[in-house]
């Protein structure tokens, strides 16, 4: 009998450091909850920072194939400026393409330097290009990528469609090295930026696969150039250049 006395006058502190221990952890839960929230918040109000890949030069099978499987996995759109004498045999990846959410454009029938064509010579690059494309496709809404950049007047004149450049050249037909590609576009990666890639390089797609990685990670949302452009209420208009798509 005194021995349970003497258990329960013991039981008492115990208790009442068990009680004051809950009291603690519900705290601590519910500041835990609150900070969670705040993060959430946080990051709905923080604007998502867009990026648009594009890839010249394509398609070639091995690594245009491994380059849309990759962008497959990371739910990553990209723009493909396509060469014309290239596409034949390769409709299955243009369509491919088109399929899993990515743009189409034209880089001319055979890789040439647009200014200075007379309107024949223009058309039988660019237009041929965009016959093939709508034959493939359906549809006759293509973007022009002149090859080098290169354009005057006349090319502005005759595109019949925007013209779409680039604000980030990692130069990925130089050393071929992905660590640098990679390095480079990540470092230099800004809300409305596009960037300018080969898909006919491995490195290349292995640098494009790194940066989808390491972008999402910082809060990047890949898009297409269509869709860079929508998204900052930017009317894409027939001849006009564009560079980027910064605020
Ligand atoms: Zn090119």
Redesign the pocket.
Known sequence: MKKDFFAARMALPVLAVFLLGCCLLAALAQESRQAVRADAAADVEQPVKLIALTF??GPRRDTTGKLLDGLAQRGAPATFFLIGEQIVGQEDLVRRMEAEGHQIGI?TYD?VTLTGLNRADFDAQVDKTRQMLKNILGHNDFLLRP??GLYDPGVQNKAECPIILWSIDPKDWGDKNADRETAHIVSEARDGAIVLM?DIYPASVEAALRVVDELHGQGYLFVTVEQLFAARGIELKPGEVYNDAYP
């Open positions: 010249d030069d880089h890789h090859p080098y080969h």
